[in-house]
Nanobody, 125 residues
Framework: QVQLVESGGGLEQAGGSLRLSCAAS????????MAWFRQAPGKERELVAG???????RYTDSVKGRFTISRDNAKNTVYLQMNNLKPEDTAVYYC???????????????????WGQGTQVTVSS
């Protein structure tokens, strides 16, 4: 059974930075696509960034140039470095894992099999 545990959320001012971490256990982490999603109140869950097992990355347009996703396969951990935060980045951020055999980095939340519990990120103006 896969378990994903996020950490690193909190309250930050606009222009500041936060780093989210997601520790995975239970399966061969290094072979699967990992992603960060977010969900703001009243909105659908959206892909923020994803990373394939070989390192390819994908970002939603609104975070390009500000957020960076990375992974440390030795630590079974995926990170989301968030710089130049904006109030519109406020949301619950979720880590997700797609355990199929190299499907790429898919946008739809329904394609991801395992999820963390979420961590709140609040950016004040």
């Amino acid at each position: 059974q896969v378990q994903l545990v996020e950490s690193g959320g909190g309250l930050e001012q606009a222009g500041g930075s936060l780093r989210l971490s997601c520790a995975a256990s239970g399966r061969t982490f290094s072979r699967f696509t990992m992603a960060w999603f977010r969900q703001a109140p009243g909105k659908e869950r959206e892909l923020v960034a994803g990373i394939r097992w070989i390192g390819d990355r994908r970002y939603t347009d609104s975070v390009k140039g500000r957020f960076t996703i990375s992974r440390d396969n030795a630590k079974n951990t995926v990170y989301l470095q968030m710089n130049n935060l904006k109030p519109e980045d406020t949301a619950v951020y979720y880590c997700a894992e797609d355990t199929r055999s190299d499907p790429g980095i898919l946008i739809a939340a329904s394609e991801y099999e395992y999820w963390g519990q979420g961590t709140q990120v609040t950016v004040s103006s």
